[in-house]
């Protein structure tokens, strides 16, 4: 019998209502997440997938990267009770490293040809922008663990160790990086609101973590938590700052957009 820790139960009920949530709200309500999307990507509809009609409010890569970053921390943070604080093998951060790379190659594959005309090794396809931004993801994920809980933590509340340690952790990862591009290549119109809340979401986790942590070090408190309770100011702090950002690029690209005429 698998014995879950309070913290994983609430985990636990938390992702249940935000899944039921996104499954449940209209599309309408759903898209005030495109300003998440707005801020930190393109948003080019050619590079975007188009469910019911209606566009995802990131392109094919970021819904990939930010989607499985987010899944992955819930993995981790699901199914492993220890506070793990070390990164993975070099053998690991290896492999890691390469599937990130095909997120870049792609990705500088792609900028050429937006922005000259031509290809330049192979036609850019949305299904392998999804592909390779969820290895990105998956490396993201993988990363965010052990520096978040090295950067909070007491070392005597934390593990030295990390929670991949073997070939199953690091398929573990790449499953769920292979369920999310399934998921997401399904493109279920009932499943909109589950790609756009996951990938928006994953997004502020993100930023969150940054300038949580980022508080947490000008409050002088890192590596000396001891309780997720003294988390929550530098937390709730980092989150307000991550939507203050968030407000800034909107209304600079909005304005940039009108000021030069970008298409996008």
């Known amino acids: 019998m698998t014995h879950f820790t309070p913290h994983q139960r609430w985990l636990i009920i938390g992702t249940s209502l935000v899944i039921c949530l996104a499954l449940v709200l209209p599309t309408n309500v759903i898209q005030i997440f495109d300003l998440v999307g707005y801020a ?68 500088f594959n792609s900028y050429l040809l937006l922005a000259t005309g031509r290809i330049l090794w192979y036609m850019p396809q949305n299904w392998l922008r999804l592909v390779t931004g969820a290895f990105m993801g998956a490396a993201l994920s993988t990363l965010v663990v052990p520096l978040f809980n090295a950067s909070v933590w007491q070392p005597s509340l934390r593990s030295n160790t990390s929670h991949l340690r073997s070939w199953r952790d690091l398929f573990f990862v790449w499953g769920i ?3 999310w591009v399934l998921l997401v290549l399904w493109q279920q119109p009932v499943l909109y609101g589950l790609y756009t809340s996951f990938s928006a979401l994953g997004t502020l986790m993100l930023l969150t973590v940054v300038n949580g942590l980022t508080v947490l070090l000008l409050m002088g408190r890192e590596a000396q938590v001891t309780a997720w309770s003294q988390m929550t100011k ?3 702090i980092g989150f307000a700052l991550t939507l203050i950002e968030i407000a800034l690029i909107v209304a600079l690209r909005t304005w940039l957009t009108q000021q030069l005429g970008l298409p996008f």
Not at 54 to 68: E, I, K, Y
Request: glycine share 10%.
């Open 40 to 107: 930190v990507c393109h948003r080019i509809p050619e590079r975007s997938f188009i469910i019911g009609g209606n566009q995802l409010p990131m392109c094919a890569r970021d819904t990939g990267m930010f989607g499985v970053a987010l899944l992955g921390v819930l993995g981790v943070a699901l199914t492993q009770t220890q506070r793990f604080a070390q990164f993975p093998k070099t053998r690991y951060l290896i492999l890691l490293a390469l599937g990130a790379l095909t997120w870049a190659i792609d990705g």
């Open 177 to 179: 990086a292979l369920t």
């Open 234 to 236: 530098p937390l709730l």
